[in-house]
Every structure is written in C-alpha cells, then in structure tokens.
C-alpha cells in the first residue's frame, strides 16, 4: 500500500497586523507500487493505459524517425504485463497503428505476442504529411474511452514540427482531455514550438523537453515509461482548507517542477479546494501554498490551512500551516529557507521565459536584464542546471550582480533547452 | 471503588485519583478543570482572547503528520470556544482554524465570584508546567470569608514536572483548606501556628513533587511554590523560589509579598537596582525549589492584614516577568478597569502574551472589597521570618 507523508516548512510567526502565510509542503509517497496493480494485483486485470504516439509527418527526417521508432519500442519494452496500450501515428489526422481493430477495444493487452507485433508495426512507419497535435490528442481520448475499466490513463507524444492545425482546434483537444489522461511531451530536433507543447503538457499533468538527437530518444522514452509504470497511484487530489474568512493567495506545486495550480481549483466544500496532481510514484513533491487571513491580536495562534493529500474521498495525508501572531521581531523577521528558495525558484522560471520571448520578439533590452536577473536567481538558489544552461545563451559579465549580455549566436537547441527546463527546480541543500 | 482508568490519549493506567494522565499530561476527567465549559464565558468570537493554546517551533523547522488523524488529542473539547465550529481530528477548529484548548495546556478556575485563576502554557513552550489549586467561601465580604491561592511553577527540562507540579498545588490547597488554628491566641503563637500550617502545605507540595519522578530520574521533576491564604482581613503567605504574591490595593502603592529565593533576589538584596538584578543572566536561577534533589525546603512565609479595597495576585514568572514592580502590575489592572477576577486573570494572561509569552503563565487572583472586621490600634505589621525547625 502506498503511504503519503506530509511535511510542513514555514515560518508561523506573523507581525503585529500581519496577514499572509507562507508554507512550503512536501508530500513524499513510498510503495507506490506498479501502475494498474494496486486495485487487484493481479496480471491480466491492469487497470492502467498507455498509449505512445509518435509524429510520422513528412518533416521527420530518415535518422529522426528511425530514432523515434528504435525509441517507441523500447518503450514498448518497460510496459509491464497486462497493461492496456496502443500506439498512434501522427500527420494531419491520427491513426491507430496498434492494435488493428475497427471498432470494440481500441487497447491490447501487453503480453510477449502483443508487444511482438506491436513492435512490428512501429517499424512500418514511414514519414509523409503534416502535424495535427489535437487530432493525435483526441484519437488517444476515444482510444481510452474504448475500454472503460482502464482508469489511469497515460501517454507519451513525440513531435519533431510545429502544430499545423488552428490554435483553438488545438486548445479544444486539450481541453478534452484535460482530467482524463495525463501526457508527457517529447520535441525532437528545434523546428517545433515549446510553449505549444508546454501548453499540452502543463494541462495534462505531463513533463514536457527537447530530445536535441535522435540518439538520445531511446533513454529518454525508456525512462518517460518506466516512470509511468512506477505510478501505483492512480490519482490523487491536493486539497487546501482554509478557515473561514481568509483567501487562498495561491497553490503553486514547486517541485520538481513549478506549475501554478491556483486556476484548477474545484470545490471540495465551502472551505476546502481541490486540485488535481495526477498519478504518483515512489517520489516528492513540493508546493507552495499563501493563504491571507485577517489579522488577530498578538499572542493568537491559528490554522491557516490544513494541505492535504485525498485518494478519492480519502484524505491519506494532512500538513497543517499555523499562524501565530508576535511582537518579537526576532522570529517574525525570518523568512523560511524553503518559501525563500522557492520563491526564487519560481521567479527565475518566469525570468527565463519571458526573457527568452523578448529575446524572439527582437527586445534585445528586455531580453538582457531578465536573462541578467534569472542568472543572478540561478546562482542564488544554488540552482546550477540552470546557471550551465543561462551561460549557452548569455555571457556573464557579473554573476552576483545579473550583468550579462546576450550571446551573438546561440545553438537553437540550447536556447530551447534552456526554455524547457526553466520550470525545473532544484531542492534545497538541507 | 474507582474503576482502574486508563489514559485515553496514550492508554497508560492512571491512578484512580488522578485528573491528568501521568505519562502524557492529558486530562483524564473533565469535572475538576475547565475546558469545554469554562466558568468564565467565552469571550465573544471576534474580540476572542489569544489565550488559545500554543504550539510553537523553532524556524524553519518541520512538521510531520503521518496520517490525518496523528494528531488526536481525544480530551479535546469537541465545539470550538471562538467560533463553535467542530473541532478536527487534528485539534483545531474546522471552521475558523483555531486550536483547540488542551485541558493541561490551559485552565481556568473559578471556586467563587471573588477569586479566579488562568493557568497557561505561554507561547514558546511546548507544554504546561505550571500549576494551580484554589478554594474560596462563596461570599468575599463576609466576615468568615476565606481564600487559598496556590501557584506551582515546574521547572523546565526536568521530567515530569507539568505532573509534579499539578498534584503539588492539589496536595497544597488540601493541606490549607481547614481555617488557621489559633495556637495558645498571643499573636506571637498565631503566627508560628500559621507557619507551621503553611510549611505543611510545602511539605505535602514536596511530596508529590518527589513522587512524580522515579528514584533513578535523571531530571526528577521540581517545582516552585507560592501560597497566600486569606482568612477574615489577614493574609497568610509562603513561597519557595520565585513564584510570587502581591498585595496590589486600589488607592495605595502596591507591595510585593513573597521573597523571591533566585540569583537576583541575592543581588538585590546585595543592593543592585532590581531592574538591573532580574536582567542579569543568572536571574532565574532559583535558589530553593521542591523535588527529589532539594531536601526539606522550607518557605518564606509572612502575614498581611488587609485594610483597603484592593487584589490579591499569586502568579508564576511567566506574569511578572513583564510587569515586575507592583507599579506595573497595577498599571495593567488599571488598563483593564475591572473588578471580576476572571476577566482580570485573562487578560493579564493576554497581557504576558502579548510581551511574548516566553514561559508557561499563571495569574491567580481574588477581588478583596476591603476589610471586614473592626479592629482597634492594630498596627497591620507584615511580619516575615523563617519557620522554625
Ligand atoms: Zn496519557
Ligand atoms: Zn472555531
């Protein structure tokens, strides 16, 4: 059985008139256990989905798709026995390359035979026509919905070229599947757009990065899938009760990854919101929630939220973030390392991007000074995956001060890599 | 017969006569001390009192529940004093977030209209250590009329000392209950009748202190003690270390009973300003205390003979560590412009709170209306001198 344990790190202590809370939470699961087993345990009844969908347009180069298809099966390789699963090719509209079936399930059950042929037809793919991310999506949803026992639901989408469909066709697909299957996203090559694939990702739960070589597309699908199979938890709700009165700032997770969640808030009750975080494996995630109350004399302790983490109307863990008003300006002063190191955390990713779209945008200005402050942030927070990456794209005239200037020429792999990666964070040395 | 009890909060057995469980502090039965039904009212939820229960860490330090329901604190009162929502599992209110009120960590006594205590763990400590003990004839302007104010403070870092302390002030107002015998009625022999009785309570205080810890303790639990007794206009005090008693009349300057057995009290008394005595880093070094390491502690005891309308306080520390001088004590009872020793105790409580809160606080006290008998070319001495023997 999994096991969820919450940890709480703030400062409680507010000033005199005070009113935010901030609290960073971690919530670390252990025996997860393997996707699809935990409701039964046995093989054959897996209750667990996957789905590879690799892009066929013509853009894929000969090394690029046989990269892709070497990559999707070996993929194919870490999907553990009994799970459902089904491969999709992409060009401007989807179709279902395994299992052949018209119509009834649209996902076979892995077994050797299974993920001999499915392998087999993997190694049929040849590239011809365009990019139609949305329809690839809504494909994979039907695909889903074909077999309804299936419950967590999980892809991976590879793309080597921009979305060739309308925006809002796109947008729709996302939102379809939006709660209903999570998907991380793959860019092979530089020829495909990040914020159109973060778009995807973010939305359904996924990761999102750039795969520069062909060569590196197998590790990388190998390690997407054994990760996925590695989720034993099918789904989990954060959940943020706040006491009457007050006024959740935001709910942000932090790491391994920041994503602002405040906007995916539903309604648990009156006091309580829900937020959705997917499937979980052996693993640690840090958020950061700030919740406003009114301010109470000094000397009063109070709740400010409880955190928890639900397994459908399950609350399996629960962190509680306190607030305690005090005139000692010796313990109201600190700020708590962890809030401190995420704030910077997060700031430096919005650094990075919007520097990055100044950058693409020709403000040469702008792009400079965020690109400075996201390197002095970098070096604050002790974040060096982001300093080597800032470097590739700026020279660093002054590290402590954020004075940099933008490299003349810069690889177009680094600068995406540098855009993928900037909602990365790295813990805090303990 | 008592049923054999166990404790419901970490199911060690408990004794049948006592109220809080040994091992872990909680309270055990809900008729001696308040805490979902407190003697005082509530106060009204938005101008709520801060004298809510404490839990606090150092920075940045974590806090891990296991499961949602870890936290149990089953004598929990089970409607919230400030809002009445429910209160959680987890020991907070479910609606407006605030905590719940553990019985040890914060009690309220009220035996009559005229005296009233507040025993609270303060801010920054983690749990109670403190105590009180009272009883009081319901009638303050009767000429029988008869009050008991006991104050034990358990000294922090040893074992067990929220325990020791509790059943010491218990054993205490046992021993001071019956009125003062009058000796062979020559002052002179009333008063060593008095100091005899006062010394009892310290010793019966002693004993339950020594028996909160095992032999072998490597920390036994020790505690300070403060007593005063009224009885008709006279007051009767004791103290060992630094708990205190003031006489804080209405029209008059105030004065500090008790003699504190500490560090500072010596350099006081070896003519260092008391400001700059109590600041000095040893200042709350106690000099005499009870417990398994302090044998036959013996107290300072004195005698006051009421004869104006004014309070009696009898508090730990973690009151008069910010309001030392009786001028302000006074200045604070002023501020408050109350006669009902029930509000007086809370909000003095609010008062070391909203100082910090630094140590555990308690704060007994009864409203004298002034005197009751007639007495002729009384010279109202307070007398002060070691019991003999
Ligand atoms: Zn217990
Ligand atoms: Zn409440």
Redesign the interface.
């Known amino acids: 059985m999994a096991e969820f344990v919450a940890t709480v790190y703030q400062n409680e202590f507010l000033p005199d008139g005070g009113t935010d809370v901030n609290a960073i939470v971690t919530i670390t699961c252990t025996g997860a256990g393997t996707a699809g087993q935990s409701a039964t345990g046995t093989v054959g009844s897996s209750t667990a989905g996957e789905i590879i969908i690799v892009d066929t347009s013509g853009s894929m180069g000969h090394e690029t798709m046989e990269g892709a298809k070497d990559a999707a099966q070996a993929a194919l390789a870490e999907i553990v026995d009994g799970t459902r699963f089904a491969v999709i090719a992409g060009t401007d509209s989807a179709f279902l390359a395994y299992p052949l079936v018209q119509d009834g399930p649209a996902l076979a059950v892995m077994d050797a035979q299974s993920r001999e042929e499915a392998s087999s037809a993997i190694s049929q793919f040849r590239a011809s026509g365009g990019t139609a991310i949305g329809s690839w999506l809504d494909l994979a949803g039907s695909v889903f919905a074909s077999v309804p026992e299936v419950t967590q639901r999980h892809a991976i989408l590879l793309t080597d070229g921009e979305n060739g469909e309308q925006p809002a066709r796109l947008d729709a697909a996302i939102q379809r599947a939006t709660g209903y299957f999570q998907c991380d996203c793959r860019g092979a090559g530089t020829d495909w757009k990040v914020e159109e694939l973060r778009r995807v990702a973010q939305a359904l739960l996924g990761t999102v990065d750039i795969i520069p070589s062909p060569s590196e597309m197998r590790e990388e699908f190998r390690t997407i899938m054994q990760t996925a199979m590695g989720r034993g938890v099918a789904d989990a709700q954060l959940r943020v009760w706040s006491p009457q009165g007050a006024q959740v700032l935001f709910v942000r997770q932090v790491a391994p990854t920041v994503e602002d969640l405040s906007d995916r808030r539903t309604t648990v009750n009156p006091l309580t919101g829900g937020y959705p975080t997917g499937a979980w494996g052996d693993e640690s995630r840090d958020y950061h929630v700030a919740v406003r109350l009114p301010a109470k004399a000094v000397g009063q302790e109070q709740l400010a939220a409880r955190v928890q983490l639900a397994l459908g109307d399950d609350v399996v863990t629960q962190g509680l973030v306190k607030a305690t008003w005090s005139n000692d300006s010796e313990l109201t002063a600190k700020i708590d390392k962890q809030v401190a190191h995420y704030t910077g955390q997060v700031e430096l990713a919005s650094m990075i991007q919007e520097g990055l779209a100044a950058k693409a945008a020709g403000d040469g200005a702008t792009a400079t000074t965020k690109l400075g402050r996201a390197v002095q942030l970098a070096a604050e927070t002790g974040n060096a995956e982001a300093t080597t990456r800032l470097r590739k794209v700026v020279d660093v005239d002054d590290e402590k001060e954020g004075t940099v200037r933008l490299k003349r020429t810069v690889d177009k792999a680094d600068e995406m890599a540098l855009d993928t990666a900037s909602t990365k964070t790295t813990r805090i040395k303990k | 017969m008592t049923e054999p009890r166990t404790c419901p909060s970490c199911g060690a057995a408990a004794p049948g006569e006592s109220n809080f469980c040994e091992e872990c502090g909680t309270a055990l039965s809900a008729d001696v001390l308040v805490s979902g039904a407190p003697t005082t009212p509530a106060p009204e939820a938005g101008e709520?009192s801060?004298?809510?229960?404490?839990?606090?860490?150092p920075?940045?330090s974590?806090?891990?529940?296991?499961?949602?329901t870890a936290?149990q604190e089953s004598a929990a009162p089970v409607a919230c004093a400030s809002?009445g929502g429910s209160i959680?599992p987890?020991g907070?209110?479910?609606?407006?977030?605030?905590?719940a009120l553990s019985p040890r960590d914060h009690f309220r006594e009220q035996p009559a209209p005229w005296v009233a205590g507040v025993c609270d763990k303060g801010?920054r400590h983690h749990r109670n250590e403190d105590a009180m003990a009272t009883s009081a004839s319901p009638d303050g302007t009767a000429r029988d009329r008869r009050a008991v104010l006991v104050v034990l403070d358990g000294v922090s870092n040893t074992d067990d000392s929220q325990v020791g302390s509790l059943a010491g002030a218990k054993a205490a107002l046992a021993a001071l209950t019956v009125p003062f015998p009058d000796g062979l009625g020559t002052d002179g022999s009333r008063v060593a009748a008095v100091t005899h009785v006062l010394t009892n309570a310290v010793k019966a205080a002693q004993a339950e202190v020594v028996a909160a810890a095992t032999p072998e303790a490597a920390n036994p639990a020790s505690a300070t003690f403060s007593a005063a007794v009224l009885e008709g206009d006279v007051v009767s005090f004791a103290n060992v270390g630094d708990s205190r008693s003031y006489w804080l009349p209405d029209s008059s300057p105030g004065v500090q009973l008790s003699v504190d057995d500490s560090a500072a009290q010596g350099l006081i008394a070896a003519g260092m300003p008391r400001a700059e005595a109590e600041s000095s880093p040893q200042a709350h070094a106690i000099t005499k205390w009870l417990g398994q390491d302090s044998e036959e502690p013996t107290p300072t005891v004195g005698q006051l003979r009421i004869t104006e309308p004014g309070w009696l306080l009898v508090c730990s520390d973690g009151l008069w560590n910010y309001a030392s001088e009786p001028a302000q004590l006074v200045e604070q009872i002023r501020r408050t412009g109350t006669d009902d020793p029930a509000a007086l105790a809370l909000a003095l409580t609010?008062y070391a709170?909203?100082?910090?809160?630094q140590d555990n606080i308690t704060t007994v006290l009864a409203r004298i209306p002034g005197p009751v008998l007639v007495h002729n070319a009384d010279p109202t001495p307070t007398s002060k001198e070691q019991p003999h023997g």
């Open positions: 709520s801060p004298i809510e229960d404490m839990d606090s860490g920075i940045s974590a806090t891990t529940n296991h499961s949602a936290a809002c959680g987890d907070y209110c479910e609606q407006c977030g605030v905590k801010i609010d709170y909203g100082q910090g809160g």
